[in-house]
């Protein structure tokens, strides 16, 4: 079982019909199928009902597409943490100011600015 297979599963399911996910993924639908057919025989078992008016997931192809859609959005959210990894300004800014009226305008001022 690998990614790209859980990917075209969950799309299949999703849509509801090989052809139009195959259209959605850019791949020729004999290949889609294929990819479904080397799934079904990697865990022993039928995962998709066919019919002329499309697909249905078998119980196995609800507990996997379950399983797959939680598997692809903490890949999602694990690429997103790390592509944040030093995007964000983080730590500590000390700054000293003399006394008067402009003390208060600056205050204000790094107020509306560190909320950004």
């Known amino acids: 079982m690998n990614f790209r297979r859980l990917k075209y599963f969950v799309k299949i399911v999703d849509i509801g019909s090989l052809t139009q996910a195959a259209e959605v ?7 889609l ?8 025989g990697e865990l022993n078992q039928q995962l998709l009902i066919r ?16 399983h797959a859609r939680a598997i692809l959005r903490q890949c999602e959210q694990a690429q997103l943490a790390v592509h944040n990894v030093g995007q964000s300004l983080s730590g500590q800014v000390s700054i000293g100011f003399a006394p008067g009226n402009r003390c208060v305008i600056h205050h204000h001022a790094l107020i509306t600015g560190g909320s950004r």
């Open 25 to 31: 993924l850019h791949i020729a639908q004999p290949a």
């Open 51 to 66: 019919t002329k008016r499309g697909v249905t997931p078998t119980g196995a192809g609800k507990i996997l597409y379950t």
């Open 33 to 40: 199928s294929q990819q479904v057919a080397t799934l079904e």
